[in-house]
C-alpha cells in the first residue's frame, strides 16, 4: 500500500462525506 493511499484514507477518515468521492478516484483515476 503506497503512501499516497494511506493519507487519502486518513484524509478520508476525517472528511467522511469525501468517502464517495474517495472511492470513484480509486475506480476511476482521472489523474
Do not use: A, C, D, R
Not at 503512501?3 to 487519502?8: E, F, H, M, V
Not at 478520508?12 to 464517495?20: E, G, I, R, S, V
Amino acid at each position: 500500500m503506497s503512501l499516497g493511499l494511506i493519507i487519502k484514507y486518513i484524509s478520508t477518515l476525517q472528511n467522511p462525506h469525501l468517502t464517495f468521492e474517495m472511492g470513484v478516484n480509486l475506480l476511476y483515476p482521472t489523474n
